[in-house]
T-cell receptor
Framework: DAKTTQPNSMESNEEEPVHLPCNHS???????IHWYRQLPSQGPEYVIH???SNVNNRMASLAIAEDRKSSTLILHRATLRDAAVYYC??????????????FGTGTRLTIIP | KAGVTQTPRYLIKTRGQQVTLSCSPI?????VSWYQQTPGQGLQFLFE???????NKGNFPGRFSGRQFSNSRSEMNVSTLELGDSALYLC?????????????FGSGTQLSVL
C-alpha cells in the first residue's frame, strides 16, 4: 500500500482555519485519500475522503492537488474539540477485501485557546 | 444506532497468560477489523473478518487470532502474552460490501502486560 507523510505535530489558534498537509507521492490512480481523527481516549473517527476532486462535508474540506501527490485537510474554524491526532491514509479501491490499513502516527493537532 | 462496543475497557495480564477481547459491531455491519495501537508504531492492522470468515490478515505472529460469530460479534485472542503486546486494541466495523467504506471504531481495550 502507498505511504503517506504527515508532520508530527501542529498548533493552531482557536476559531482560526487549520490546514493539515499530507504527502503521498506514490499514490496510484485507484487510491482514495481518507482522513480520520482520534480524540483522546477514543478510537479514530472518519472525517472525509476523496479521489480526485475537492470535497466538503460538515466537518471539514479536503483539497487534493492536481497531481494527487499531496492533499490538505482544512478545518475552517478550529475549536478546542478539534484537538486530536489526524491520520491521512490511502485506500486502494481495487484492493477491496484485501486491505491492510496502517494509519501511521499521524499529526497531533493542538488548539490554543 | 448504538456504536461499536469493545469490552473490557482495561485489562492487566502477566507474561505467558492469554487474553480474549470482545467487539460488538454496529447493527447490520458484517465486517469487523482489529488494530493494535502503540505509541511508536501507530495503528497497525491485525485482521479482518467478514461473515464469520477471516478475509484478510496483517503481519502479526500466530499468537494473535480471532473469530467472528454469526451475529457479527468478534473476539480477538492473544496467547502467551509478551511485554510488547501492551497496547490499545481497537476494532472497527463497516458494512463490508463496498470499497472505501467508512470504518466505525470502538473506544478500544487497553491491555497492559506485566
Amino acid at each position: 500500500d502507498a505511504k503517506t507523510t504527515q508532520p508530527n505535530s501542529m498548533e493552531s489558534n482557536e476559531e482560526e482555519p487549520v490546514h493539515l498537509p499530507c504527502n503521498h507521492s506514490t499514490i496510484s490512480g485507484t487510491d482514495y485519500i481518507h482522513w480520520y481523527r482520534q480524540l483522546p481516549s477514543q478510537g479514530p473517527e472518519y472525517v472525509i475522503h476523496g479521489l480526485t476532486s475537492n470535497v466538503n462535508n460538515r466537518m471539514a474540506s479536503l483539497a487534493i492537488a492536481e497531481d494527487r501527490k499531496s492533499s490538505t485537510l482544512i478545518l475552517h474554524r478550529a475549536t478546542l474539540r478539534d484537538a486530536a491526532v489526524y491520520y491521512c491514509i490511502l485506500r486502494d479501491k481495487s484492493n477491496f477485501g484485501n486491505e491492510k490499513l496502517t494509519f501511521g502516527t499521524g499529526t497531533r493537532l493542538t488548539i490554543i485557546p | 444506532k448504538a456504536g461499536v462496543t469493545q469490552t473490557p475497557r482495561y485489562l492487566i495480564k502477566t507474561r505467558g497468560q492469554q487474553v480474549t477481547l470482545s467487539c460488538s459491531p454496529i447493527s447490520g455491519h458484517r465486517s469487523v477489523s482489529w488494530y493494535q495501537q502503540t505509541p511508536g508504531q501507530g495503528l497497525q492492522f491485525l485482521f479482518e473478518y467478514f461473515s464469520e470468515t477471516q478475509r484478510n490478515k496483517g503481519n502479526f505472529p500466530g499468537r494473535f487470532s480471532g473469530r467472528q460469530f454469526s451475529n457479527s460479534r468478534s473476539e480477538m485472542n492473544v496467547s502467551t502474552l509478551e511485554l510488547g503486546d501492551s497496547a490499545l486494541y481497537l476494532c472497527a466495523s463497516s458494512p463490508g460490501t463496498r470499497e472505501g467504506e467508512k470504518l466505525f471504531f470502538g473506544s478500544g481495550t487497553q491491555l497492559s502486560v506485566l
